[in-house]
């Protein structure tokens, strides 16, 4: 991203030190760490500063807390800015997830995702599974008045928040 608009900041947050690391390397080697930020800090604690946009991708679902995740971003977007939500693709239903890529996705979310998410002792225990509906629950506890399906694959949401 940093890449494709030069004229703008980037920071990124991972409660994870190594990754963190990694992704200031990354980032030096492709000459973007002059307008690129990596900071250690968990989904509900880095720093609010008015983001135009701020993205979860790949990783709501496996949070234990993914409503103060959601609520923190709230307080942390600009006036008009907005979440972009990147999420395994899941239906609503346990019967629409019956095909090659739901039984992936299942065996995947019992093993890793819940597992990840019972180990923070949280509120939610989403999965890979957690569908458009459950999510956009989340996203009106956490104080957002706009959620939809921007657009889907085979593998994924991507889902829009905005207040």
Same mark, same amino acid.
């Given at each position: 991203? !940093?890449?494709?608009?030069?004229?703008?900041?980037?920071?990124?947050?991972?409660?994870?030190? =190594?990754?963190?690391?990694?992704?200031?390397?990354? !980032?030096? #080697?492709?000459? *973007?760490?002059?307008?690129?930020?990596?900071?250690?800090?968990?989904? #509900?604690?880095?720093?609010?500063?008015?983001? +135009?946009?701020?993205?979860?991708? +790949?990783?709501?679902?496996?949070?234990?807390?993914?409503? +103060?995740?959601?609520?923190?971003?709230?307080?942390?977007?600009?006036?008009?800015?907005?979440?972009?939500?990147?999420?395994?693709?899941?239906?609503?239903? *346990? =019967?629409?997830?019956?095909?090659? *890529?739901?039984?992936?996705?299942?065996?995947?979310?019992?093993?890793?995702?819940?597992?990840? #998410?019972?180990? =923070?002792?949280?509120?939610?225990?989403?999965?890979?599974?957690?569908?458009?509906?459950?999510?956009?629950? *989340?996203?009106?506890?956490?104080?957002?008045?706009?959620?939809?399906? !921007?657009?889907?694959?085979?593998?994924?949401?991507?889902?829009?928040?905005?207040?």
């Amino acid at each position: 991203m !940093a890449q494709a608009f030069p004229k703008s900041r980037f920071w990124g947050f991972d409660y994870h030190p =190594e990754s963190i690391e990694t992704a200031r390397k990354v !980032a030096r #080697a492709s000459g *973007v760490a002059d307008r690129v930020t990596f900071e250690v800090a968990d989904a #509900a604690a880095y720093p609010k500063q008015d983001y +135009d946009l701020i993205c979860f991708f +790949d990783c709501l679902h496996d949070m234990g807390r993914p409503v +103060d995740a959601a609520a923190h971003a709230r307080k942390s977007l600009a006036k008009d800015g907005t979440v972009m939500l990147v999420e395994p693709f899941a239906g609503d239903k *346990v =019967e629409d997830n019956i095909n090659p *890529v739901g039984r992936l996705y299942y065996s995947a979310s019992t093993t890793m995702c819940v597992a990840h #998410a019972i180990s =923070e002792n949280g509120t939610h225990v989403l999965g890979a599974q957690a569908g458009e509906a459950r999510l956009g629950h *989340v996203f009106e506890k956490a104080g957002f008045g706009h959620f939809r399906k !921007a657009k889907q694959t085979p593998f994924n949401l991507i889902l829009e928040a905005r207040a």
